[in-house]
């Protein structure tokens, strides 16, 4: 007597439970997966979104310097084009005393037909014009001229006859030094 048990239907029934129970767990284990992916990608664009913010307010901080800087480099070519300006009118100051004995020496050695048509100081040295109706009126102006004080011989550069028998002649002389001036 052999009694035969089919277990076959019962096997088939347990794999298919152990099959659900697996999907099943697959499943529940890539929603898990899926949800703390999607939690973490979240998570890292919250930290990238505060990033970028922070980026931003540092680029709007750094131009904000920036200007700052270029305006503080603006005053402070001001404020070096000002020193030159002060310096330029110090100068300035300091050479009027020279530049009124120059004008006084010039008015005192006047000759009587003797006109200035041009006169320039440059890099310390004055250069004129004058012109005279005669060779001894510019020779007496310039022998006047040399005779003043502080004053050097004057040098001829041109001679030029003028219409009507005008002589013109330039010269250059080297005025006193202030501090010439000043001295008694």
């Given at each position: 007597?052999?009694?035969?048990?089919?277990?076959?239907?019962?096997?088939?029934?347990?794999?298919?439970?152990?099959?659900?129970?697996?999907?099943?767990?697959?499943?529940?284990?890539?929603?898990?997966?899926?949800?703390?992916?999607?939690?973490?990608?979240?998570?890292?664009?919250?930290?990238?979104?505060?990033?970028?913010?922070?980026?931003?307010?540092?680029?709007?901080?750094?131009?904000?310097?920036?200007?700052?800087?270029?305006?503080?480099?603006?005053?402070?070519?001001?404020?070096?084009?000002?020193?030159?300006?002060?310096?330029?009118?110090?100068r300035l100051i300091e050479a009027r005393p020279q530049t009124l004995h120059l004008f006084n020496d010039l008015a005192a050695s006047q000759v009587v037909g003797v006109t200035y048509q041009r006169l320039e100081r440059r890099h310390g040295k004055l250069s004129a014009t004058v012109a005279a109706k005669s060779e001894n009126q510019v020779?007496?102006?310039?022998?006047?001229?040399?005779?003043?004080?502080?004053?050097?011989?004057?040098?001829?550069?041109?001679?030029?006859?003028?219409?009507?028998?005008?002589?013109?002649?330039?010269?250059?002389?080297?005025?006193?030094?202030?501090?010439?001036?000043?001295?008694?």
């Amino acid at each position: 007597m052999s009694v035969m048990i089919n277990l076959l239907p019962w096997r088939e029934a347990r794999r298919r439970q152990r099959t659900r129970h697996f999907y099943c767990s697959m499943l529940l284990v890539g929603a898990l997966g899926a949800a703390v992916g999607g939690v973490m990608v979240h998570a890292y664009q919250h930290m990238l979104a505060n990033q970028q913010a922070r980026n931003a307010h540092l680029t709007s901080q750094i131009a904000l310097f920036e200007q700052e800087i270029d305006e503080a480099e603006r005053h402070h070519q001001a404020i070096a084009r000002l020193e030159r300006q002060l310096g330029l009118f110090r100068r300035l100051i300091e050479a009027r005393p020279q530049t009124l004995h120059l004008f006084n020496d010039l008015a005192a050695s006047q000759v009587v037909g003797v006109t200035y048509q041009r006169l320039e100081r440059r890099h310390g040295k004055l250069s004129a014009t004058v012109a005279a109706k005669s060779e001894n009126q510019v020779a007496e102006h310039l022998h006047r001229l040399a005779r003043r004080p502080g004053l050097e011989e004057p040098i001829r550069t041109a001679i030029d006859r003028g219409q009507h028998g005008q002589r013109y002649v330039s010269f250059e002389i080297t005025p006193p030094r202030s501090d010439e001036q000043e001295a008694p």
